[in-house]
């Protein structure tokens, strides 16, 4: 398999491809990487340094792959995190010239904006240009509830209203769809799951709340999750190993005390992923 993955390269720390690159290696998915910034650290810190990487650099990288002959023999696009409009003018430019190339091909995109607890905290121009350009040409999107809520105008608040956005946002075009973090009423306290919908039905899965933040835990789902469903076109599988990893990477970074992923330190949770966790059918 083969993924082109365009997102953004941080020096220290592991978020955008410093998060997904290697885990989809380990995993034996050859990466293609190409960056939307190249900063020292990520944001979160307050203080960073590097360069955004203006959008024309981005297409000429991605044009140069092009002149190889290889987009012929790439089965997805993987996006995340998008610093200005112009790049998700070059995604989506991306997109198209891939599945020329090789119509089976499928776009997979994490529409980062924010979360329910710090709203969006992206260029005001990107919500919109997520929910009205780039989200209706994706295959597969990963919003948490949230963003879900966003990309819909809906207010997705439990079990039957979150799948009733899904269904929205689903009709916009993409036909599978992972939400990431789903909150409802009536779970316990120290619980949190993820949903993933597809055409041939829906499944949840609940793990223990971990008690921390950890940057880039998002990009490593997106990028997991695409590769899983992509190798085997089951969202219950694809749900199941990649839930499994990410717990087992946040919960082993939560044990090290660190701020940053222990993804080096994780990496056979990505190539044997425990599935300890049961999947259910709630559709």
């Known amino acids: ?33 190409v960056y939307t910034v190249n900063f020292s650290n990520h944001t979160g810190y307050g203080a960073w340094r590097g360069p955004l990487i203006a959008p024309d650099d981005v297409r000429a990288v991605i044009t140069g792959i092009e002149e190889r002959g290889v987009l012929g023999q790439i089965d997805a696009v993987l996006s995340g995190y998008q610093g200005s409009e112009g790049i998700g003018d070059v995604i989506v430019d991306a997109v198209a010239r891939v599945k020329a190339a090789n119509p089976d091909a499928v776009y997979a995109c994490d529409p980062v904006m924010g979360n329910a607890k710090s709203g969006c905290f992206v260029a005001p121009a990107i919500p919109d240009l997520l929910r009205d350009r780039v989200v209706p040409v ?10 879900l809520g966003y990309l819909t105008g809906t ?3 439990d079990l039957e209203s979150t ?36 055409d041939a039905g ?57 701020r940053e992923l222990q993804l080096v330190e994780s990496q056979d949770s990505y190539a044997n992923p425990r599935e300890q966790f049961a999947v259910t059918q709630v559709r």
């Open 1 to 33: 398999m083969k993924i082109l993955s365009i997102q953004s390269a941080v020096a220290y720390g592991h978020v955008g491809n410093s998060a997904a690159v290697f885990p989809l290696q380990r995993i034996g998915v050859e990466v293609l990487p």
């Open 138 to 147: 994706a295959d597969i999107i990963t919003p948490n509830q949230f963003e």
């Open 155 to 157: 207010e997705p608040a």
């Open 163 to 198: 799948l009733a956005s899904v269904d929205a946002a689903r009709a916009m075009g993409p036909r599978t769809v992972l939400v990431t973090s789903v909150e409802r009423p009536d779970q316990p306290d120290d619980t949190i799951e993820m949903l993933a919908v597809d």
């Open 202 to 258: 829906a499944w949840i899965v609940q793990t223990p709340r971990l008690p921390m933040k950890a940057n880039g835990s998002g990009d490593v789902t997106a990028a997991l999750f695409t590769a899983h469903y992509v190798a085997s076109g089951s969202a219950a599988s694809a749900l199941s190993k990649t839930v499994s990893s990410v717990y087992d990477l946040l919960d082993r970074t939560l044990q090290s005390g660190d």
